[in-house]
């Protein structure tokens, strides 16, 4: 099992980036998702996308990160708009999957997202 997430990189407030994670080697995902890690803070879920199409985002998101996959869950993407300092942060992403449910099964090596003019 592979999650190879990347995009990540330099960007001036209110600017834009689209993260992606390449999945492999899973056959049944319950759920994918991107958690971040600032310095000094614990790690969060900013975005997670279901099985079904459902997707929720954290508050401080909301409005402006948007998570969507390809068909196939080959790979998945975090749509980051209107970026600010606060969202900097090593990025990571992760799979839920069965057995278990609610559980990050498999992570990827996260990708840093630096907001700074």
């Known amino acids: 099992v592979q999650l190879q997430a990347s995009g990540g990189g330099l960007v001036q407030p209110g600017g834009s980036l689209r993260l992606s994670c390449a999945a492999s080697g899973i056959n049944f995902i319950n759920a994918m998702g991107w958690h971040r890690q600032a310095p000094g803070k614990q790690r969060e879920l900013v975005a997670r996308?279901?099985?079904?199409?459902?997707?929720d985002y954290a508050d401080s998101v909301k409005g402006r990160f948007s998570i969507s996959r390809d068909n196939a869950w080959n790979t998945v993407y975090l749509q980051m708009d209107s970026l600010k300092p606060d969202d900097t942060a090593v990025y990571y992403c992760?799979?839920?999957?069965?057995?278990?449910?609610?559980?990050?099964?498999?992570w990827g090596q996260g990708t840093l997202v630096t907001v700074s003019s």
């Open positions: 992760a799979a839920d999957t069965p057995p278990t449910w609610g559980t990050w099964n498999y």
């Open positions: 996308i279901t099985a079904g199409g459902s997707s």
